[in-house]
Protein backbone atom coordinates (compact mmCIF):
# COMPACT_ATOMS: atom_id res chain seq x y z
CA UNK A 1 0.00 0.00 0.00
CA UNK A 2 2.92 2.55 0.35
CA UNK A 3 4.15 2.76 -2.48
CA UNK A 4 0.66 2.76 -4.06
CA UNK A 5 0.24 5.87 -1.98
CA UNK A 6 4.15 7.03 -2.58
CA UNK A 7 3.01 6.79 -6.59
CA UNK A 8 -0.61 9.00 -5.76
CA UNK A 9 2.23 11.53 -4.43
CA UNK A 10 4.47 11.83 -7.23
CA UNK A 11 1.23 11.53 -9.50
CA UNK A 12 -0.79 14.86 -7.45
CA UNK A 13 2.52 16.50 -7.33
CA UNK A 14 3.52 16.21 -10.78
CA UNK A 15 0.01 16.83 -11.90
CA UNK A 16 -0.35 20.15 -9.71
CA UNK A 17 3.01 21.79 -11.16
CA UNK A 18 1.80 21.24 -14.68
CA UNK A 19 -1.29 22.69 -13.67
CA UNK A 20 0.30 25.91 -11.60
CA UNK A 21 2.83 26.02 -14.60
CA UNK A 22 -0.04 27.97 -16.53
CA UNK A 23 -1.13 30.32 -13.82
CA UNK A 24 -0.88 34.31 -14.63
CA UNK A 25 0.81 36.59 -11.89
CA UNK A 26 -3.04 37.69 -11.54
CA UNK A 27 -4.03 34.08 -10.61
CA UNK A 28 -0.59 33.63 -8.31
CA UNK A 29 -1.74 37.03 -6.31
CA UNK A 30 -5.44 35.67 -5.54
CA UNK A 31 -6.83 34.53 -2.85
CA UNK A 32 -6.50 30.55 -1.82
CA UNK A 33 -9.20 29.05 0.42
CA UNK A 34 -6.48 28.95 3.16
CA UNK A 35 -7.83 31.90 4.84
CA UNK A 36 -5.41 34.81 4.52
CA UNK A 37 -2.92 33.20 1.71
CA UNK A 38 -2.76 34.02 -1.71
CA UNK A 39 -2.04 30.97 -4.42
CA UNK A 40 1.36 31.70 -3.93
CA UNK A 41 1.42 31.27 0.26
CA UNK A 42 0.47 27.87 -0.26
CA UNK A 43 2.43 26.42 -3.33
CA UNK A 44 5.41 27.81 -0.80
CA UNK A 45 3.95 26.23 2.13
CA UNK A 46 3.61 23.10 0.08
CA UNK A 47 7.02 23.21 -1.28
CA UNK A 48 8.58 24.28 2.22
CA UNK A 49 9.90 20.00 2.68
CA UNK A 50 11.71 20.10 -0.26
CA UNK A 51 14.06 23.32 0.90
CA UNK A 52 14.08 23.50 4.15
CA UNK A 53 15.81 21.81 6.99
CA UNK A 54 13.84 20.10 10.10
CA UNK A 55 16.18 22.52 12.06
CA UNK A 56 14.67 25.38 10.59
CA UNK A 57 11.05 24.53 11.42
CA UNK A 58 11.75 23.48 14.56
CA UNK A 59 13.59 26.17 15.25
CA UNK A 60 10.55 28.49 13.68
CA UNK A 61 8.48 26.78 16.12
CA UNK A 62 10.05 27.31 19.07
CA UNK A 63 10.02 31.82 17.74
CA UNK A 64 6.08 31.02 17.42
CA UNK A 65 6.22 29.56 20.98
CA UNK A 66 5.38 26.06 20.25
CA UNK A 67 2.22 27.14 17.53
CA UNK A 68 2.93 25.17 14.48
CA UNK A 69 0.19 26.89 12.17
CA UNK A 70 1.70 30.25 13.48
CA UNK A 71 5.44 29.06 12.09
CA UNK A 72 3.77 27.63 9.40
CA UNK A 73 1.88 31.25 7.85
CA UNK A 74 5.41 33.17 8.74
CA UNK A 75 7.16 30.43 6.90
CA UNK A 76 5.27 30.80 4.06
CA UNK A 77 4.97 34.44 4.02
CA UNK A 78 8.50 34.63 3.77
CA UNK A 79 8.80 31.75 1.23
CA UNK A 80 6.07 33.40 -1.10
CA UNK A 81 8.79 36.26 -2.00
CA UNK A 82 10.75 33.72 -3.81
CA UNK A 83 9.69 33.99 -7.73
CA UNK A 84 6.73 31.39 -9.13
CA UNK A 85 9.04 29.49 -11.32
CA UNK A 86 11.31 28.41 -8.25
CA UNK A 87 8.44 27.12 -6.44
CA UNK A 88 6.91 25.00 -9.45
CA UNK A 89 10.79 23.89 -10.07
CA UNK A 90 10.54 22.62 -6.08
CA UNK A 91 7.00 21.00 -6.57
CA UNK A 92 8.25 19.45 -10.02
CA UNK A 93 11.49 18.25 -9.33
CA UNK A 94 10.25 16.87 -5.57
CA UNK A 95 7.38 14.91 -6.65
CA UNK A 96 9.15 11.15 -5.08
CA UNK A 97 10.34 13.18 -1.95
CA UNK A 98 9.90 11.03 0.57
CA UNK A 99 8.38 13.52 3.72
CA UNK A 100 5.69 12.98 5.28
CA UNK A 101 3.89 15.32 8.12
CA UNK A 102 4.18 14.21 11.62
CA UNK A 103 2.32 11.32 12.62
CA UNK A 104 0.76 11.58 9.21
CA UNK A 105 2.66 8.88 7.08
CA UNK A 106 2.47 8.53 3.71
CA UNK A 107 -1.44 8.93 3.26
CA UNK A 108 -0.72 12.50 5.25
CA UNK A 109 1.91 13.44 2.93
CA UNK A 110 -0.78 13.03 0.33
CA UNK A 111 -3.85 14.33 2.22
CA UNK A 112 -1.34 17.35 2.60
CA UNK A 113 -0.94 17.89 -1.24
CA UNK A 114 -4.60 16.84 -2.35
CA UNK A 115 -6.15 19.75 0.21
CA UNK A 116 -3.81 22.19 -0.62
CA UNK A 117 -4.03 21.73 -4.53
CA UNK A 118 -7.93 22.44 -4.01
CA UNK A 119 -7.21 25.37 -1.59
CA UNK A 120 -5.95 26.88 -5.34
CA UNK A 121 -7.85 24.92 -8.05
CA UNK A 122 -11.21 25.62 -6.09
CA UNK A 123 -10.40 29.21 -4.71
CA UNK A 124 -9.66 29.70 -9.09
CA UNK A 125 -12.76 27.89 -10.30
CA UNK A 126 -10.35 25.77 -12.24
CA UNK A 127 -12.40 22.61 -12.49
CA UNK A 128 -9.96 20.55 -11.69
CA UNK A 129 -11.35 17.02 -10.25
CA UNK A 130 -8.84 14.85 -8.19
CA UNK A 131 -8.55 11.54 -9.65
CA UNK A 132 -10.75 9.07 -7.27
CA UNK A 133 -8.03 6.81 -6.58
CA UNK A 134 -6.09 9.63 -4.79
CA UNK A 135 -9.80 10.84 -3.60
CA UNK A 136 -10.13 7.49 -1.84
CA UNK A 137 -6.84 7.30 -0.26
CA UNK A 138 -7.27 10.69 1.29
CA UNK A 139 -10.93 10.33 2.56
CA UNK A 140 -10.12 6.51 3.84
CA UNK A 141 -7.43 8.43 6.36
CA UNK A 142 -9.43 11.27 7.78
CA UNK A 143 -10.46 10.67 11.30
CA UNK A 144 -12.41 12.70 13.92
CA UNK A 145 -9.47 13.94 14.86
CA UNK A 146 -8.68 16.02 11.35
CA UNK A 147 -11.94 17.26 11.75
CA UNK A 148 -11.63 18.50 15.45
CA UNK A 149 -8.21 19.87 14.03
CA UNK A 150 -9.62 21.70 11.13
CA UNK A 151 -12.15 22.97 13.66
CA UNK A 152 -15.17 21.88 11.30
CA UNK A 153 -18.32 22.12 12.18
CA UNK A 154 -20.21 18.17 11.73
CA UNK A 155 -22.21 17.54 14.52
CA UNK A 156 -25.43 15.88 13.23
CA UNK A 157 -24.03 15.34 10.06
CA UNK A 158 -23.27 12.49 7.62
CA UNK A 159 -21.26 13.16 4.29
CA UNK A 160 -22.12 10.84 1.67
CA UNK A 161 -19.82 11.34 -1.45
CA UNK A 162 -21.99 11.21 -4.98
CA UNK A 163 -19.30 10.52 -7.33
CA UNK A 164 -17.57 7.77 -4.72
CA UNK A 165 -19.02 4.62 -2.40
CA UNK A 166 -17.95 6.98 1.03
CA UNK A 167 -19.79 8.12 3.87
CA UNK A 168 -18.72 10.16 6.93
CA UNK A 169 -20.31 10.08 10.42
CA UNK A 170 -23.78 9.15 11.55
CA UNK A 171 -25.65 12.66 11.81
CA UNK A 172 -29.52 12.37 11.03
CA UNK A 173 -28.39 15.37 8.38
CA UNK A 174 -27.30 14.10 5.14
CA UNK A 175 -25.22 16.07 3.35
CA UNK A 176 -24.78 14.70 -0.58
CA UNK A 177 -21.75 16.32 -2.70
CA UNK A 178 -18.85 15.18 -4.89
CA UNK A 179 -16.15 13.25 -2.70
CA UNK A 180 -13.62 16.32 -2.99
CA UNK A 181 -16.29 19.02 -2.08
CA UNK A 182 -16.70 16.81 1.21
CA UNK A 183 -13.34 16.57 1.46
CA UNK A 184 -13.00 20.40 2.17
CA UNK A 185 -16.15 20.46 4.41
CA UNK A 186 -13.90 18.27 6.74
CA UNK A 187 -11.26 20.36 6.60
CA UNK A 188 -13.33 23.48 7.53
CA UNK A 189 -13.03 25.03 4.24
CA UNK A 190 -15.64 27.92 3.62
CA UNK A 191 -17.10 26.99 -0.38
CA UNK A 192 -19.37 30.37 -0.45
Known amino acids: MTEEIRA ?4 ERRDQAELFAGLTEEQWRAPSLCAGWTVKHVVAHTTLPFHSSGR ?7 KSAGRFNHASDRMARADALRPA ?28 DVIHGLDITVALGLGRVVPHDRLRIV ?13 ADLDGKRLEATDL ?5 DGPDIVKAPAQELLLLICGRKLN
Do not use: C, Q
Open 139 to 151: LDAMKPANVEYFG
Open 56 to 62: RVLWEVV
Open 165 to 169: DWAFG
Open 85 to 112: SELLDLLRNNADHPWTPPGGGPAGALSH
Open 8 to 11: AIAA
